[in-house]
């Protein structure tokens, strides 16, 4: 079987991307899905995504993580499917798909530099324990405040959390946040992937609505949240019950195309 792809990024957070309209991708195939993520011996990403039609909107997105089981809801991933289906001509500079975590929205607010504005779920159920918050923003999200993110082992600390005695079954992404005088700078562990990547969409959207928590940005609708591959934007509003009217923005670049045979 020969699969044609494109391989895009987020902020360095990098996807395979398939157009599935015709249903042929074998999905229940984990080890096929694992192995094309492999940087080793397939062609290498963090997750991959398949573009597949649904009867009410332009597409729906179907997403597997590195480890080849289907994931939730990956903000980056968002984006760079719309950029996808904008250049299979499916989209002009607007789109409307189902995720793992319901319905979003899209704009592309920069067609020259392809820069995607994507809405994301309202979030009220946030847990905050002293140095520490929890939230679901698409995905389960362990946010974490430490003085120097540059100075702190991601991969370590990040397993002793994922694998504690309460995510090990389900496991979650782990955040690590620094203030910055003008926004965030953060570092991810991600799990599916089980290591860290350079960014992570709805890690950067849960580390902004925790700094908005504890007060340690300046501005009081959106946050400057700079990854290791890059910057995004993350725009909210407060709500009696959390946040609302959320939204992540940053490039969604196209890196190269190419078939592979399976």
Do not use: W
């Not at 062609?43 to 939730?72: V, W």
Request: hydrophobic share 35%; net charge negative.
């Amino acid at each position: 079987m020969k699969i044609t792809f494109a391989k895009y990024e987020g902020t360095g957070n990098d996807f395979i991307l398939v157009d599935d309209r015709a249903k042929i991708f074998p999905v229940d195939d984990e080890q096929l899905i694992h192995r094309l993520c492999d940087r080793r011996f397939g062609i290498g990403a963090d997750g991959l995504i398949l573009l597949q039609n649904d009867p009410t909107h332009n597409f729906q997105m179907i997403y597997f993580n590195a480890d080849g089981k289907e994931g939730s809801m990956c903000g980056n991933g968002g984006r760079c499917i719309v950029a996808y289906a904008k250049s299979l001509g499916i989209i002009k500079d607007k789109a409307t798909f189902p995720a793992a975590d319901g319905l979003h929205s899209a704009t592309i607010t920069n067609e020259r530099n392809l820069i995607v504005k994507l809405k994301m779920g309202d979030v009220s159920d946030i847990e905050m324990v002293n140095d520490h918050l929890f939230l679901n923003t698409g995905s389960p999200h362990y946010v974490l405040f430490v003085d120097d993110v540059m100075k702190t082992d991601v991969v370590a600390e990040g397993k002793k959390i994922r694998y504690n005695d309460r995510f090990r079954k389900e496991g979650t992404n782990v955040n690590f946040v620094q203030r910055l005088e003008n926004g965030i700078r953060i570092r991810s562990y991600e799990r599916g992937v089980e290591d860290e990547t350079l960014s992570c969409g709805t890690g950067a959207t849960a580390s902004a609505i925790a700094a908005s928590i504890k007060g340690i940005i300046p501005t009081s609708d959106h946050c400057i949240v700079k990854v290791m591959g890059g910057e995004l934007k993350v725009h909210f509003e407060k709500s009696e019950n959390g946040f609302r009217n959320i939204s992540l923005e940053g490039p969604a670049t196209f890196a190269y195309k190419g078939e592979i045979d399976v």
